[in-house]
């Protein structure tokens, strides 16, 4: 069809151009007519988006997923496009999906089991094909997912919870260790100790230093969500990448010193049923010659980032929101009691606590962390009636379909959003099918026992005047709110003494 069309046009323009025209202006013509189509036809796709614009169009689409970071750009361009609209990363087709039938078809197939990302920033971090979180070979996957989701469910989950309740316990009873001079604590740091020591008793058992592990945890994040889509042209000046890759190689180390404690232990322990914990299982798969040493160290440390990573940060939004909302604050305190009195809470409790998950399910719809998902077809497929090509690049715009979809008050924090029973096509907070999130079952009981500990004990409160909509964020690879900002901090005051004051 461009060749006929092309062969037209050089028949009309070879016409009229008078014979006194220089011989080569002919042919710079045609180049610029040839240019023009294939510009337009670049453009002539059946899913919406950018134009290709000679190579210009993928430029500014990458370039602006690295300006503005992943969650900001698809958002961007799921407002300015729709819902199931196309740009290209790395030159790759990739689409942006907000519209919940198609995410619900990309999460359901194995054939989207891959994620994407720069192999060389993988590889700095540690993940290209490896690790469970963006392992982007599916046969390896496999292999390793069983060792996280025998940890994640059955006896490994129940004990969570117990674990979760001594944790916050010990560290309430630390609290003046952590206050400032005002009075102030910074609540993100806290719920990442917490997060990380509940993570260490079941999947490690070897005594750390909470705060530095916990800031070499959010230096490997910095490096991971900073080199996940740079280009290779990137990684050749080394002055650029050095700093993420000293952050991923120090805690890499740190682990690695962990692990080989670990090694240890296992060696000298007289019952090897009473330390068969998650650390262990992957040594001894080593030993089985099932796994490397390098398949080890980099699963053990996704297993103890996830918890401080993500999990503290979604607890932090839910203590402002907390703070926030006294009435919603007031009616988790009523079912807590009534459900729970005075006792600590037990696995029985979990499923009375409909107030408490309420709230849960709301706070991440409302302010989510982990509100994208990045996946890769494998096969051609057909979505809502888009073709879509083996290798395309696909982002799960989640956050953005929980405000678009079902919910009577998407854009208001409210408990009504969940009064009734919400189909999962239209909510999905840890995704699932064949990737969905292996830890999604562990990770709200987590949030659960932490949160009723917590409360229990303590009334939290922001400084004055300050919310959630006053705290800087950046959506970036997950949303993660500004840690140069004092917006972090917030008083603990003892709920006897709250309510005291209150009857007085």
């Known amino acids: 069809m461009i060749l006929e069309t092309l062969n037209l046009m050089h028949c009309n323009i070879t016409s009229v151009v008078p014979e006194v025209m220089p011989t080569a202006t002919v042919p710079i013509l045609l180049l610029v007519c040839f240019l023009f189509l294939i510009w337009n036809y670049e453009e002539i796709s059946s899913i919406p988006g950018p134009g290709f614009c000679m190579g210009i169009g993928p430029l500014i689409s990458h370039g602006r997923f690295l300006w503005m970071g992943v969650g900001n750009a698809c958002n961007y361009y799921n407002k ?73 469910s059955g006896p490994g989950l129940v004990r969570m919870i117990a674990i979760c309740v001594e944790s916050t316990k010990n560290h309430l009873d630390r609290l003046e260790n952590v ?66 890759e000293k952050s991923a190689k120090d805690l890499k180390e740190a682990i690695e010193i962990l692990i080989e404690q670990k090694r240890q232990r296992l060696s000298t322990v007289e019952k090897l049923e009473e330390c068969m914990d998650f650390a262990s299982q992957l040594i001894f798969a080593q030993s089985r010659g099932d796994l490397t040493g390098e398949n080890v160290n980099q699963c053990v440390l996704e297993m103890m980032i996830a918890a401080p990573d993500t999990l503290s940060v979604t607890l932090f939004f839910m203590l402002v929101l907390i703070a926030e909302h006294p009435k919603v604050e007031e009616d988790m305190m009523k079912e807590i009691q009534a459900v729970i009195g005075d006792r600590d809470i037990q696995s029985n409790d979990m499923s009375n606590l409909r107030v408490v998950e309420n709230f849960i399910n709301e706070s991440m719809r409302y302010q989510p962390v982990v509100d994208l998902v990045m996946r890769k077809a494998l096969q051609d497929d057909v979505i809502d009636g888009y073709p879509v090509k083996s290798g395309t690049n696909i982002i799960l715009n989640i956050g ?95 709920r006897r003494n709250v309510d005291k004051c209150q009857d007085d």
């Open 80 to 152: 300015m496009y729709g819902e199931f609209m196309r740009v290209w990363i790395s030159g790759e087709e990739t689409l942006i999906i907000s519209k919940s039938s198609s995410i619900f078809h990309v999460m359901k197939h194995g054939q989207y089991s891959c994620r994407f990302g720069s192999k060389l920033g993988l590889q700095c971090i540690g993940m290209h094909e490896n690790g469970i979180i963006f392992n982007n070979n599916p046969a390896l996957w496999k292999e390793i997912r069983p060792f996280f989701t025998k940890a994640l």
């Open 179 to 244: 206050t400032n001079g005002l009075g102030n604590i910074n609540a993100l740091n806290f719920m990442r100790q917490i997060t990380l020591d509940t993570s260490n008793t079941l999947f490690l058992g070897i005594p750390l230093d909470e705060n530095a592990v916990v800031l070499k945890i959010q230096n490997y994040f910095d490096a991971w969500q900073a080199l996940l889509l740079k280009p290779d042209i990137f990684f050749k000046i080394s002055w650029l990448y050095k700093k993420y």
């Open 400 to 494: 953005r379909m929980h405000k678009l979809e079902f919910f009577p008050k998407p854009n208001e924090f409210t408990l009504e959003n969940f009064e009734k029973n919400v189909p999962s096509r239209y909510f999905q907070p840890f995704g699932f099918g064949p990737r969905g999130c292996v830890g999604k079952f562990i990770a709200m009981v987590m949030m659960k026992a932490i949160l009723v500990t917590l409360l229990r004990r303590y009334r939290v409160q922001t400084p004055k005047g300050r919310g959630l909509k006053n705290i800087q964020k950046s959506n970036d690879l997950s949303m993660h709110p500004n840690e140069r900002q004092p917006l972090l901090e917030m008083f603990f005051m003892p």
